[in-house]
C-alpha cells in the first residue's frame, strides 16, 4: 500500500515469477519421489537368477589402480590369485600410479605384474580416469587378447565367483556393453560407515536390482563392473574426464543405446569411510564429477530420445538419476525465495504445515529409507531387524544429511575442477575387515 502503480506492478510480476519457480521445482521433486517410489516396488520380489550358467569362456583383463596402497595392495592380489576361475582366462595388471610408497615393489614381490604411471609435469592432471587411460595405452591390444575388462578399487574384496557369474550372464544375455555388480560394504561400523552401508544396501535392491527387472540400464559403481573391450576400443579407449568416471561413461553409454545389467548374485566388498571429514571430502569429490557431467549432457539426453536411441523410461531413469543430487539446492533456492517474499511489499503469506502433510512426510521418509534398508537388509544379507539398531539409524541421518548437504552445494559451486584426484584414506588396514569375500553359497548358509 502507497507504493507507486508502476513498482506496485513489478512486485506483483516479481512475486508470480518467484512463486512460479517454486511450483516448478516442488513439481520436479514430486516427480523425482513419485518415480523412485514407483521402482521401489520392483525390489520386492526375492532374487531370482535370471540367466543359465556357463562354462569358463570369456577372457577377463582386470585393472586396479592403486595410489599408495601398500597397507591393502596384499590382500587384492591374494583375492585375485584365488578367484574360482580358470587361471589362463584372466589377467590383472596393479597401476601404481603415482605411489611415493612401495605399493609397485610389494605387487611385484607378490607375482602381481604392474604398471607404473607418472604425471609428465607438476601441474599435469591425476587420478583414476589417467592411470586407467595409460594403462590400457601400455597394453595396446586389449581388445585383441580378452572380452571383458573389469576393474577394482585397490581397498575391495570380492566374492571369489565373480568372473564365473558374470561370464555366464555376459553369454546368456546376448554379450551386453556393461555388467555391473552387487556393491557390499568391508565395514559398517559408526555413524559414518553405516550411512554407507544402509544407503547401499537399499540402492543395490531397491534401486539397481528393479531397474534391471524393469529392462533399464542401471548405474555403474566405479568399482566391481565389467565392459566389453569392443565397446571400449571402439570409444578410442579409457578417455573420460571427470571425477566420476564411472557416472560419466554410464551416461555416454546409455546415450549410445548400449546396455547396462545388473547383477545380484557376486558382489565387491568396498571400505567405506568411517570419518566425517573423509566422508565430506569424498562426497564433495563425487559431487564434482556427478554436477560436471549432468550439466553437459543434459541436452543429450533430449537429444537422444527425440532421436529415438533411448526410450522415454530411459530418458526419465537417466534425469532422475542425473539430478538427485538437486535436493538440497532446491531447498536453499525455496529458502530464498520464501525470505524474499517476507519482505515489505510483497503480498504473500505462506500456508502453515498442516498435521496430515506432516505425517504423510514421515510416513514416506521411513517408508523410503527405514523400511527399504530392514527389508533389504534381510532378503539379501539376511540381517533381521533389531530395534537397537534404530538410535544408530536415526543418529547417522541426520549427520550425514549435513554432510550431503555441504558435499553436494561445494561440488556443484567447484565442478569446473576436474583435474585432480583426492584419496579417500583408509581406516582398515591388511586382514583386518569385518567380513571376508565369499562365495553365494557361503553367504546363504552364514546367514541361516
Known sequence: PGLPLKEEALLQFLQGLLLTITAVLSAWLMIMLVYQMFLTVFGFKRKTKDYADHDPASRFLVLVPAHNEEAVIG?????????????????????????????????RSLGAKVIETRKESPDAPTGKPIALKKALEIIGDYDQRYDLMMIFDADNLMDTNMFREVNSQYLDKNKPDFIQCYLGSKNKSGVVAWFYYTSYTITNRFFQEAKYRLGLNCSIGGTGFATSTQYLAQRGGW?????????????????????????HNTRIYDEKPTRIHASLRQKTRWAQGHWFVALRNTGKVFSALFAKRISLGEALSLLTYMYSLSTYLIALIQLVISLILMLPGFHYQAAP?????????????????????????????????????LPLMIWSVIVNTVIAALSQLAGLWKHRQQQHWVKTEHSIQRNSAQRAPMVEDERKAESI
Not at 573420460?240 to 560419466?248: A, K, N, P, Y
Request: glycine share 4%; proline share 2%; charged share 20%.
Open 239 to 263: 578417455t573420460t574426464m571427470s571425477l566420476t568416471e564411472d557416472f560419466e561413461i554410464q551416461v555416454e553409454a546409455t546415450l549410445a543405446g548400449k546396455r547396462i545389467l545388473w547383477n
Open 75 to 107: 590382500d587384492m592380489i591374494d583375492n585375485l590369485n584365488r578367484m574360482d576361475y580358470p587361471r589362463e582366462l584372466y589377467d590383472f595388471y596393479i597401476i601404481a600410479d603415482n605411489c611415493t610408497d612401495g605399493t609397485a615393489e610389494k605387487a
Open 353 to 389: 504445515p498442516t498435521l496430515s502433510s506432516l505425517l504423510s512426510g514421515l510416513a514416506i521418509f521411513a517408508y523410503s529409507y527405514f523400511m527399504l534398508f530392514y527389508l533389504a537388509d534381510w532378503m539379501d544379507n539376511g540381517i533381521r531387524f533389531h530395534i537397537c539398531t
